[in-house]
């Protein structure tokens, strides 16, 4: 039987504490309204007594190939954690692609999260088959996605200047033969992908992500933009996420990276800017004219020890920022409740003064409208709003960080973990009820994850020997360069 074309959820809350009722019409919200809102004969009954109905989340910076490289290190800096690449995705196969975006899709609409960016890792380049999996991965569990194939034309090792030459013959040897694919392979892969695309865009679409400044060849980001602009996607960068990329930047273009990319022609509405923590305000007023994003992961900038970024100055520069989890290496639960507190609470070292501080509402907007913006699906969703998309989160008010329920939006960010999502419904239709994913065998999923980490773990004792042999030289190198003076600084009491 077809589905009813109208859905009316009875007895919620919203944020603001007050209650109404929603009408849905197949995907979209047709109208809110006073308890008891007419609703056309036949439409489906939605009982939402009791509990509070949020915009699901939007993750603005996920990366879903880490999802089977979870507890994958410890002290990690960023630069340490690239240098495990290999033991995070490397070796998939097409199987693992589309699982390692399944486990990260199951997880994030488990704890409200309805729609994100993820930057996916193929190696050693994006192939149409790979995307097609990842976007089926989402697709399969009901999720909205953007997913944009990470890419480099340089390799780690390539793009650090100096790093290989401070290594030992030996070492030296094996990371030389480590080198990315040239531009012109990921560029077809991408260009191919984005033609053969089968899934309803409104739902999963492509974008790219030229993964880092120095990691790519001008000629390069010039290709991805061009390819954006006739595809009409986005780009996603991480620009000058640790002291590391701020400083080799400096030095290798003889400006910012933010200035670098916005000189290529890079920086422009359909632009992200992933963690931005050592950017000045040169570089903040730059993003904000272009009307680029910025995805803020502070549960990851903590984990990795890049320094907080500094959103408050951000946001009254007019630049629009969303909030991300980053991936399961380093964040690590791919958790927006998390990464919405840890958003609002790390705003508060910068300053003394409380009015530089990120209010609960100012996080609650970056989670939604903010990281909406910058997937490209702004007025769409990210708000409870007649013409939106119906993706909705039911909170359970029953829980213990709602008794007693006082300030709603309050409780929501600074209490909630998201063991109060209850159902999760995206496009008018329930993909978690009562904390259950209604798409996914939970129970097979969980079988093949563990039989392919299995394979895995066994693929990849060479490399994991390896990463461990370079761990101290690199981890030596990279804090050394971390310790040349930058003009700005991110570290609480350096
Ligand atoms: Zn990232």
Redesign the pocket.
Known sequence: MAPAPFTVIRGGRLLDGDAADILIEGDAIKEIGLPGLAAPEGADVIDAADMMLIPGLVNA?T?GDASLAKGLGDRLTLELLLNATPLTSERFRLEDKYLAAKLAAVEMVLSGCTACYD?FSEFPAPSPEGLAAVGRGYADVGMRAVVAPLMADRSFWQAIPGLIGSLPDALKKEVERVTAEPAEASIAACRQALKDWSFDRDRVRLALAPTIPHHCEDTFFRACRELADEFGVGIHS?VAESKVQAVVGMRKFGKTLTAHLDDLGIVGPDFTA?HAVWVDDDDIRRLADRGATVAHNPTSNLRLGVGIAKVRSMIDGGLNVGIGT??STCSDGLNMFEAMRLANTVSRIHSPDPSDWLTAENVIDMATRGSARGLGFDGSIGALEPGFKADIVFLDLGRIQYLPLNHAARQMVFQENGSGVKHVMIDGRLIVRNRRVLTVDYAKLRDEVMRANDRLRLENEDAARLVRQLEPLVGQFCVGLAKEPYHVNRYVGA
Do not use: G, S
Request: net charge negative; proline share 0%; hydrophobic share 45%.
């Open positions: 910076h990366h930057l991480h992933a980053d991936a």
